[in-house]
């Protein structure tokens, strides 16, 4: 079957769904978890050894909404509040800072990586990665209810700080977030690796 039949199907089936939110979702995640992005378990991080020292500092940094600056060849660390990087006028109207104020230090330096905090679908993820993982039915249940519903990471919150589990979401989010940003070092030294 040629691609653009595949094509017609898929779209096919789209539109017969277009309205049930529910299989949509599913349809969704299948294609994110499935075909866009890869297997996180069958692929390793090829990091240098060197940067493992800084992987888990600069993962609290952007659990906390730090954006982070890695000078590559020194393994400094610079960060700033996200909101500040992103849109410094609204952060100065909002804190009355500037970021000719705050100073950042990576912008004396001549080679660095920035790593930004997860955008809302990746921490929806990681949420939905750990509930998908739990052996605790119950819990589970109500977790992926909460994910689904209205308010998602407020109610997610809410169940996880009431819970026996609260201790195994934080190593398992911790963990995540130093994989993620291993990741994203590794793309952005590439040059390094070869």
């Given at each position: ?166 201790k195994d979401w934080f190593s398992f989010k911790d963990k995540y977030l130093q994989d993620y ?14």
């Amino acid at each position: 079957m040629k691609a653009a039949d595949l094509l017609d199907d898929i779209l096919l089936i789209l539109r017969e769904v277009k309205e049930d939110k529910e299989v949509l979702q599913k349809i969704l995640d299948f294609l994110q978890e499935e075909v866009i992005m890869p297997d996180e378990e069958e692929y390793t991080v090829q990091l240098p050894e060197r940067y493992n020292a800084v992987v888990k500092e600069i993962a609290g940094n952007i659990d906390a909404g730090q954006v982070c600056f890695l000078n590559t060849d020194t393994l400094e660390i610079d960060d700033m509040p996200y909101g500040l990087y992103s849109n410094p006028e609204i952060y100065e109207m909002e804190t009355g800072m500037t970021l000719e104020e705050f100073n950042p230090a990576y912008t004396q330096w001549e080679k660095y990586i920035t790593i930004e905090p997860p955008e809302s679908n990746e921490s929806f993820k990681i949420r939905s990665k750990y509930a998908d993982q739990l052996d605790n039915s119950r819990l589970k249940t109500r977790l992926v209810n909460a994910l689904n519903n209205r308010r998602p990471f407020a109610n997610f919150k809410l169940i996880i700080e009431n819970s026996d589990a609260r201790k195994d979401w934080f190593s398992f989010k911790d963990k995540y977030l130093q994989d993620y940003v291993k990741a994203l070092i590794e793309i952005e030294i590439q040059d390094e690796l070869q």
